[in-house]
């Protein structure tokens, strides 16, 4: 695949965390950031 696939792949896969921001990709890696504000919400509620 390319880097085009992968980049869909990943944020697809990605969804499922909604406490991580994609940032971008780096030698096949997914670099993210923690989003604290949503993972404050998801233990409120």
């Known amino acids: ?3 085009q696939d992968l ?3 990943v944020l697809d896969y990605m969804q499922r965390y909604p406490h991580y921001d994609f940032i ?5 890696f997914a670099i ?4 604290n504000k949503q993972l404050k919400e998801d233990n409120n509620g």
Do not use: F, I
């Open 1 to 3: 695949t390319n880097e």
């Open 24 to 28: 971008r990709l780096e030698n096949k």
């Open 32 to 35: 993210c950031e923690r989003n």
């Open 7 to 9: 980049l869909v792949h």
